[in-house]
């Protein structure tokens, strides 16, 4: 009688039953009641209380904020109201509303069929309470970006690589959260991969975490990590991809993929990479180049995580150093995942059908748009909003005659960039070939604009380089300017540091700000500082004080921060 007592209260109404325990435990005496009374009461207790209840529950908090990239797989937050909260529901775009797992504390999985546009999407967090009242909260202008989640707790975490040491490569993880990164040093890494085996007749891999990039390969909500390994010109070092499935615990240090193509004699294989869901299977793949071969191999993602040898796609030109970087967006915003490339000195955009990129695909050199005649050597491609109209920009950097930044803004046609579409930022010192992270494109200030930071480790001050960061905040009109023009500069006062040796902006503390985190690669064993973002500026930014710093391992020469997670 009693469970059936209770489970019939709990269903009724959760906060009325507790409710009528604390009246026993504050001293009333019901041992003697008629049950059927209790609940004749209750009943009645609860209709009052529903037509006589019109507050509004309250969304307390939450990993999301308007005008963020989102770069997580999980919503979540808190709620609260006067009596007790029903349900949380979440909306993302058009879709339906979906209930989220808890209440006054909450999360959801985005699921992996979830189409998410490169900008201008929405996420309504609705909450009900017992009495029927529900409170409906918008964010609007949310970013796509990609999960970097490996732990699945909400939070961004940072991935760090030392690709220099000891030869071969090392790779750091460090969850994030809202205490922000606990680590000082690399040893305390929540994880950290080293090389697998090599085959049979090569040495070792080289430069292991060259380039890096997240996503989620199997679709199961947590960030993968996928590692490149580039051979730098040597018959026996190997060229690879490794593929290392995140968790609840975080990444798993055994990939569950790899595939080697080559040597660094005759191959670029993973000169570059990224990672989107080209055939809308809800699964993302991975894309990667060699700059050698002339191609670009995408290996569909599927619920296992161990990817096919074989290329399900691949993307083939007759132009020398063709992928040297390339990045995934939805370009024209019709929903599907498009590739934008470059050479040492050309870019070039090709677009998904719909269905993702068809077996074989050729792009000529006749539908190269060149970058600048002062570039000659492409060190880094971003894409964003730069003037908030809703469409992905191409943003590249590079050396030659002049080191220089160029914008190259969304036309809206089905030639997406061209040379008369286009502004220069101009008089970095740069040098950036050695550099793999030198620029980055995020709206650091939540005002809807994508902004651009660049790092100019090579700037120098009284002959050394110390190096220097620029912001160059987003705007609805862009003209030509020269760096000394940044809406702000920051310029390290320590010799040799290579301040800004690696870009990224990313919230390591959870209160939904994207903060700095830079490299100074310049002594051995290099380090990562953190600046957090406190005002959604960096105004108040001191060199030499940084909220949080890393140290590489010592003794090494790895170039510990020369790629970051971005």
Request: hydrophobic fraction near 35%; charge should be negative.
């Amino acid at each position: 009688m009693k469970r059936i007592f209770l489970t019939f209260i709990y269903i009724l109404s959760t906060s009325l039953f507790f409710n009528c325990l604390g009246a026993g435990r504050a001293g009333t005496d019901i041992s003697g009641a008629d049950p059927k009374s209790i609940i004749d009461s209750l009943i009645l207790s609860q209709l009052f209380r529903a037509s006589s209840d019109t507050t509004l529950p309250t969304l307390d908090s939450q990993n999301i904020i308007s005008n963020m990239h989102l770069e997580v797989g999980k919503i979540i937050g808190t709620s609260s109201d006067n009596v007790a909260v029903a349900g949380v529901y979440v909306q993302i775009n058009s879709g339906g509303y979906n209930i989220a797992e808890g209440t006054t504390s909450f999360s959801y999985t985005i699921p992996a069929t979830t189409k998410l546009l490169g900008t201008g999407n929405t996420i309504a967090i609705k909450v009900i309470d017992t009495s029927g009242n529900e409170k409906i909260t918008n964010f609007t202008g949310i970013k796509k970006g990609e999960n970097k989640d490996v732990n699945g707790d909400g939070y961004p975490d940072l991935i760090v690589s030392a690709p220099r040491y000891n030869t071969d490569g090392k790779v750091y993880i460090f969850h994030g959260g809202t205490s922000g990164i606990s680590s000082t040093n690399t040893t305390s890494a929540n994880a950290i991969i080293t090389p697998p085996s090599v085959p049979a007749g090569y040495t070792n891999t080289y430069n292991f975490g060259n380039k890096f990039a997240t996503g989620d390969i199997n679709g199961d909500g947590f960030a993968d990590l996928i590692i490149c390994t580039l051979g730098a010109g040597d018959q026996f070092n190997v060229d690879g991809v490794f593929l290392y499935l995140g968790s609840s615990s975080g990444i798993l240090t055994t990939p569950s993929w790899k595939k080697y193509d080559g040597d660094g004699a005759t191959n670029h294989f993973c000169k570059s990479l990224t990672i989107a869901d080209f055939n809308n299977d809800g699964y993302e793949d991975i894309a990667v180049s060699d700059s050698n071969a002339k191609t670009i191999s995408i290996f569909n993602g599927n619920s296992s995580g161990s990817l096919s040898n074989t290329a399900d796609s691949i993307i083939i030109s007759d132009v020398t150093n063709f992928g040297t970087f390339i990045q995934a967006g939805d370009i024209n915003s019709d929903g599907n995942i498009d590739l934008v490339i470059t050479d040492t000195s050309y870019l070039y955009y090709t677009k998904n059908p719909g269905s993702g990129f068809p077996s074989s695909t050729t792009i000529s050199a006749s539908t190269q748009i060149q970058v600048s005649a002062n570039v000659s050597t492409v060190t880094g491609l971003q894409l964003g909003d730069v003037n908030g109209d809703g469409y992905l920009d191409a943003i590249l950097i590079g050396d030659g005659n002049f080191a220089e930044v160029n914008i190259f803004k969304n036309t809206k046609t089905s030639t997406p960039f061209n040379t008369s579409n286009k502004n220069q930022i101009n008089q970095f010192t740069l040098s950036g070939s050695s550099y793999s992270s030198l620029i980055t494109c995020k709206d650091y200030n939540l005002d809807g604009y994508d902004d651009i930071i660049v790092g100019d480790p090579k700037f120098a001050v009284s002959g050394l380089t110390n190096g220097k960061i620029y912001f160059f905040n987003g705007k609805s009109s862009w003209t030509d300017l020269a760096s000394s023009s940044a809406d702000l500069q920051i310029t390290s006062s320590s010799d040799r540091a290579e301040f800004g040796s690696g870009i990224s902006l990313l919230d390591i503390n959870g209160d939904n700000l994207p903060d700095l985190v830079t490299a100074e690669t310049g002594p051995n064993p290099g380090k990562v500082v953190i600046y957090n973002n406190t005002d959604k500026s960096f105004n108040s930014l001191v060199y030499g004080s940084p909220n949080f710093s890393i140290s590489g391992e010592s003794g090494s020469t790895g170039k510990f921060g020369l790629f970051i997670s971005r």
